[in-house]
């Protein structure tokens, strides 16, 4: 069973900066897709980034510009740096992977970022 572990959420002041981790207990290069959704309180969860394995990203309009993922296959780790945090980025952030048919998700990590 894939295992993906989110670590790096925290409480920070709006303009800073976060980096999130998300460590898979499988190669990043075995997944179709990697990214990452985040749920804010009472919403529906939506996408963040996305990182293909055959290359380029996605991002959702909401963080275009203020927002990296990126992947390191040799530690099996991804990552998505937040600089210019806003108050609406507050949220519980979650690791997905795509592997043909099977979803994988992390557990989260809260991000809350304060005025």
């Known amino acids: 069973q894939v295992q993906l572990v989110e670590s790096g959420g925290g409480l920070v002041q709006s303009g800073a900066s976060l980096r999130l981790s998300c460590a898979a207990s499988?190669?990043?290069?075995?997944?179709?897709?990697m990214g990452w959704y985040r749920q804010a309180p009472g919403k529906q969860r939506v996408m963040v980034a996305l990182?293909?394995?055959?290359?380029?990203?996605a991002y959702a309009d909401s963080v275009k510009g203020r927002f990296t993922i990126s992947s390191d296959n040799a530690k099996s780790t991804m990552y998505l740096q937040m600089n210019s945090l806003k108050r609406e980025d507050t949220a519980v952030y979650y690791c997905?992977?795509?592997?043909?048919?099977?979803?994988?998700w992390g557990q989260g990590t809260q991000v809350t970022v304060s005025t």
């Open positions: 997905y992977a795509l592997r043909v048919l099977d979803r994988y």
């Open positions: 499988e190669s990043t290069f075995t997944f179709n897709l």
């Open positions: 990182i293909p394995s055959g290359g380029g990203t």
